[in-house]
C-alpha cells in the first residue's frame, strides 16, 4: 500500500488539481484532454485498489478491515463520480469539480495508507 | 440539464448552477464522510468514547441535512439550509474550542475536533460559505 504506485497516484492526482484549477481560472470547461485525463487516473485508481485488495489476501490485514473496505469503494469510485458531474456541467465550474475530486483523492490515499499501516495481529 | 426539470426549480436552488453544484459536491463528501466515520465509530467501540461519537452522527445528519437543503432551495430548502448550517458553524466553533481546552472530554476526534483541522480546517470554512449562498440568493 505503501509503494511506489500510491506516490504515483497522489502526484498524478496533484498535477491535474493543478491543471483543472487553472482551467477553471481562465473560465474553460472541462476539455476531451481534460476527461481523459481523468479516465486515465480513474484508471490509475482502480489499479492502486486491485493491488491493495490483493494484499488483503495475502496476509497483513489492517487492523481496521472494514473501514479499509469502505475506504477503497469510496476512493474507486471517487473520480469515476466527479467525471460524471464533470460532464454535467460543461462550464468553467465543471473543472472546478474536477480539480477538488483531484485535490481530495490524495486523501483517501494517505488515509488508506494509514489504516493499511496499522496491521492487526 | 433538461429544460422541464429547470423550469420547476427554485432559482436559488444549488443544484441550478454551476458553483452551487460544486458547493454541493464538497457538501456531500462531508456529510458522507462524518456520517461513515460515525457509523464505523458507534458500532465497532462505542464505549470508549460515546459523547464524540454521538457528535460525530450528529454532524453527519447535519451535513446531510444542509445538502439537502442546498440542493432544493425555495422557502423550505432555504429553512432547512439556514438552520443546518448555523448548527454547524455554532458546533465547529463550540467543539472546535473545547477540544482544544481539554481534550479529556474528547478522546476520539469528531469532524469538528480542533476547528476541522484533521480535514484542513474544511469544517470551519464550509459553513459561513454555505451562509454566504444562502445570504446571496435571499428572495427580494
Known amino acids: 500500500m505503501n509503494g511506489p504506485l500510491s506516490v504515483a497516484t497522489i502526484i498524478a492526482a496533484l498535477v491535474l488539481a493543478a491543471w483543472y484549477l487553472l482551467r477553471a481560472a481562465l473560465d474553460r470547461a472541462p476539455s476531451r484532454f481534460d476527461l481523459l485525463a481523468a479516465v486515465v487516473l480513474a484508471a490509475l485508481v482502480v489499479v492502486l485498489v486491485v493491488v491493495a485488495v490483493a494484499g488483503l489476501f495475502d496476509g497483513g490485514r489492517p487492523a481496521d478491515t472494514g473501514t479499509f473496505a469502505g475506504y477503497l469503494i469510496t476512493t474507486i469510485a471517487f473520480v469515476p463520480t466527479a467525471l460524471v458531474l464533470a460532464k454535467m456541467e460543461p462550464t468553467r465550474w465543471g473543472s472546478v469539480i474536477l480539480g477538488v475530486a483531484c485535490l481530495v483523492l490524495p486523501v483517501l490515499v494517505l488515509r488508506l495508507q494509514q489504516i493499511a499501516s496499522v496491521t492487526g495481529a | ?140
Open chain 2, 1 to 140: 440539464m433538461p429544460e422541464e426539470t429547470t423550469a420547476t426549480r427554485p432559482s436559488d436552488a444549488a443544484l441550478g448552477s454551476g458553483l452551487g453544484r460544486v458547493l454541493l459536491l464538497v457538501y456531500g463528501i462531508f456529510a458522507l464522510s462524518a456520517s461513515a466515520r460515525a457509523l464505523v465509530q458507534i458500532t465497532t467501540h462505542f464505549d470508549e468514547a460515546p459523547l464524540a461519537y454521538l457528535l460525530s452522527a450528529m454532524a453527519g445528519l447535519v451535513y446531510i441535512a444542509a445538502t439537502v437543503g442546498l440542493a432544493r432551495g425555495g422557502p423550505r430548502g432555504r429553512r432547512i439550509a439556514l438552520i443546518s448550517c448555523t448548527i454547524e458553524l455554532i458546533g465547529v466553533l463550540i467543539i472546535g474550542t473545547l477540544s482544544v481546552l481539554d481534550k479529556g472530554d474528547f478522546p476520539d476526534a469528531t469532524v469538528w475536533s480542533n476547528f476541522g483541522s484533521g480535514y484542513g480546517y474544511v469544517p470551519l470554512v464550509l459553513p459561513f460559505i454555505g451562509l454566504w449562498w444562502i445570504w446571496r440568493h435571499k428572495p427580494e
